[in-house]
């Protein structure tokens, strides 16, 4: 069982990096004008995704200047133009992100977003935000023998996306310190 999710594991991290580089490229870029200026890196994980903005603050390698998008008592943080924001979902069609997208867009706050885009679903966070990464996980990965699939890896998937835009905007920030 094992093998056979860690092989799927793998071959999503594949499409992924085969089909997502350049928009976490743009999205770095995007994100890393906050930290070049005075600006903060808001971050924003939907229910289990929440790993990922304690992941960005709490870790033994925090993202530069990361902060949560959501008070204590689930309000918005007060953004300003200066500072962007990092949204994860498990679906492009998740109502909470869609809102919170939408009300940043109201006040001018640059903002990526990272979910599975819906096949056959109305637009949604991808049409939103500035920039948006598809993280490729819309079922589960194991086939069961009853015909059901099961292992729904979001917080792992979305992980994997925010290292790549962490590693790059550190490659950006570094590069942009050699100019100065």
């Known amino acids: 069982m094992m093998k056979i999710f ?5 071959g999503h991290f594949n499409r992924i990096v085969d089909q997502e580089t350049l928009d976490i490229e743009d999205s770095s870029r995007l994100l890393a004008q906050a930290l070049v200026g005075e600006g903060n890196l808001y ?3 939907h229910k289990e995704l929440h790993g990922i903005v304690l992941e960005a603050i709490s870790s033994n390698e925090p993202l530069l200047r990361a902060k949560p998008l959501l008070e204590h008592d689930g309000q918005i943080t007060e953004v300003s133009s200066a500072d962007r924001v990092l949204l994860f979902t498990h679906f492009s069609t998740d109502e909470e ?3 919170i997208a939408k009300s940043l867009a109201k006040k001018g706050i640059q903002t990526v977003g990272v979910s599975a885009i819906a096949k056959d679903a109305p637009k949604g966070l991808e049409s939103i935000t500035d920039f948006h990464i598809d993280s490729k ?3 589960p990965l194991i086939p069961g023998d009853d015909g059901n699939r099961y292992g729904f ?3 792992m998937t979305s992980l994997y996306v925010y290292y790549a835009i962490h590693f790059t ?3 950006i920030l570094s590069e ?3 100019e100065l």
Do not use: H, K, N, V
Not at 6 to 10: A, E, K
């Open 6 to 10: 860690t092989t799927q594991l793998t």
């Open 43 to 45: 971050l924003y994980g």
């Open 97 to 99: 992100a869609i809102q």
């Open 137 to 139: 996980l819309r079922q």
């Open 153 to 155: 890896p979001a917080l």
């Open 169 to 171: 905007i550190q490659e």
């Open 176 to 178: 942009y310190d050699e």
